[in-house]
């Protein structure tokens, strides 16, 4: 008895992020056991626990990387697995756990505010449970509408009960960014969209969901309420700015560099290469479905989705990467440092040294957290850095293309991207927290300033 009020002690003493960081490797343990059941296999065989682990990490870490087909390897069982993973791993588990509270109508304690905070990228817990509310009305009206969408196409394709489920699955996983689809063959098993690539209402429905879903909870709720873009608050400008400028930025890009490339946008028509370019800016904001082939791009291309991968999506969304905003912040410090001002400021308002610092940590831990990944990788299986480095940002970055290296990596380079999804979803800064933070102390003095040279 002791030793359980002890324990219970332990718990309530965790940080919210500490919770939330055990809970999705708890999550990812669980859904792993579950998918090396031999029910989840097709074959009716148990799954090698390794492929598993894999599926599951990607899965509740809404990334999309995999080392076996989703349609062609996993039951209808293993399929409902994943999908459930995927949403958990989208919403975070405590906003869905609060779902048995809203119908219980039971009080939700100050506890489980902030975790349902930390869970959703805030650092304030006022308002959380009518944020909450929004987030999961939101995300299932949103997730409704896309199955409806995509049903009209896959029903005629496929029949009624097999298309309607196609257009839930692929409905969620594009609106979570996890990239999952159930369009594999056993010749093709990695085929993604790829037959669909100048289909206007898949394209524009897929890439509606993943915007949507990337733009974080915390912009919903401001744009429901405020609906103008002046009366916006600051971080919700920043997001819908960056997020514009990064879309087309990798538009425009994919266009110059893929135009001609006969492999990838040189056969298509006019209108089908201006969809395809459209598409690939989409989803390489964390988003892992693909239409074009990711090994056929060229080294400009490469390095562009390189850099939007590793950019992401939004704060407090289903999306990973260092984040717009974080992208946005040291954009616009260095504007500010060329012109000589020793303040950072946008839309009117000055941005504070705690928001520079946490910008530069996560660009600082994401370059060499993938650039690591990526040189073990390469030391391991003796592949090309590039090809590497495509793996490991996309992992790190939660987006899930791939140039065709994950299926055939060792156990080793796969327990690498296991643990950068990981990193990419808990995120960088809330692993901080939990790990170098645990017994933290106001400081007792501080230090006279100094300069230094920098430059």
């Given at each position: 008895m002791n030793r359980l009020h002890l324990h219970n002690r332990r718990m309530r003493r965790m940080r919210p992020t500490t919770v939330m960081a055990l809970g999705f490797l708890a999550i990812i343990l669980t859904g792993a056991v579950l998918l090396a059941l031999p029910v989840s296999a097709r074959s009716g065989e148990a799954t090698p626990f390794l492929d598993a682990l894999f599926t599951a990490t990607s899965a509740t870490c809404v990334t999309g990387l995999i080392r076996v087909g989703?349609?062609?390897?996993?039951?209808?069982?293993?399929?409902?697995?994943?999908?459930?993973?995927?949403?958990?791993?989208?919403?975070?588990?405590?906003?869905?756990?609060?779902?048995?509270?809203?119908?219980?109508?039971?009080?939700?304690?100050?506890?489980?505010?902030m975790v349902m905070?930390?869970?959703?990228?805030?650092?304030?817990?006022?308002?959380?449970?009518?944020?909450?509310?929004?987030?999961?009305?939101?995300?299932?009206?949103f997730e409704a509408a896309g199955a409806v969408i995509l049903s009209c196409?896959?029903?005629?394709?496929?029949?009624?009960?097999?298309?309607?489920?196609?257009?839930?699955?692929?409905?969620?996983?594009?609106?979570?960014?996890?990239?999952?689809?159930?369009?594999?063959t056993p010749d093709a098993p990695f085929l993604s969209l790829v037959d669909y690539v100048g289909d206007p209402l898949v394209n524009l429905t897929i890439m509606a969901l993943i915007v949507i879903g990337g733009l974080g909870f915390?912009?919903?709720?401001?744009?429901?309420?405020?609906?103008?873009?002046?009366?916006?608050?600051?971080?919700?400008?920043?997001?819908?700015?960056?997020?514009?400028?990064?879309?087309?930025?990798?538009?425009?890009l994919t266009l110059l560099f893929e135009w001609n490339n006969p492999r990838t946008l040189g056969a298509l028509s006019g209108p089908e290469k201006v969809l395809a370019a459209a598409f690939q800016s989409v989803t390489l904001r964390t988003a892992g479905y693909n239409t074009i082939d990711q090994a056929?791009?060229?080294?400009?291309?490469?390095?562009?989705?390189?850099?939007?991968?590793?950019i992401g999506g939004s704060p407090g969304s289903t999306a990973g990467g260092i984040k717009t905003v974080a992208a946005a912040v040291l954009l616009l410090s260095t504007i500010s440092a060329l012109r000589g001002r020793i303040t950072v400021s946008a839309f009117g308002r000055t941005i504070t040294p705690r928001s520079i610092m946490n910008a530069v940590t996560m660009l600082i831990v994401g370059v060499v957290v993938s650039l690591s990944g990526a040189c073990a990788i390469a030391y391991i299986e003796g592949a090309p850095l590039h090809?590497?480095?495509?793996?490991?940002?996309?992992?790190?970055?939660?987006?899930?293309?791939?140039?065709?290296?994950?299926?055939?990596?060792?156990?080793?380079?796969?327990?690498?991207?296991i643990v950068l999804m990981y990193l990419g979803r808990v995120g960088v800064l809330t692993l901080g927290v939990t790990v170098l933070m645990r017994h933290r102390e106001p400081p007792k003095l501080q230090y006279p300033e100094g300069n230094v040279m920098v430059g």
């Open positions: 989703t349609a062609t390897h996993w039951s209808g069982f293993g399929q409902a697995v994943i999908l459930l993973l995927i949403q958990i791993g989208g919403l975070g588990f405590m906003t869905l756990a609060s779902i048995a509270s809203f119908l219980t109508h039971r009080t939700i304690t100050l506890r489980e505010r905070s930390a869970g959703l990228n805030l650092t304030d817990n006022a308002g959380i449970v009518r944020l909450t509310r929004r987030v999961l009305y939101g995300t299932f009206a196409r896959f029903i005629p394709q496929f029949g009624f009960f097999k298309g309607f489920l196609m257009g839930v699955f692929h409905s969620v996983s594009a609106f979570c960014n996890a990239g999952f689809d159930l369009l594999g915390f912009v919903w709720g401001d744009i429901w309420d405020k609906r103008s873009f002046r009366h916006f608050r600051l971080h919700t400008k920043l997001v819908l700015v960056t997020t514009a400028a990064l879309l087309l930025l990798g538009f425009g056929a791009l060229s080294g400009p291309a490469q390095a562009v989705s390189c850099l939007l991968m590793l090809q590497c480095l495509f793996e490991a940002v996309s992992a790190f970055g939660t987006v899930g293309l791939t140039m065709g290296l994950t299926p055939a990596l060792h156990t080793p380079s796969c327990l690498i991207l």
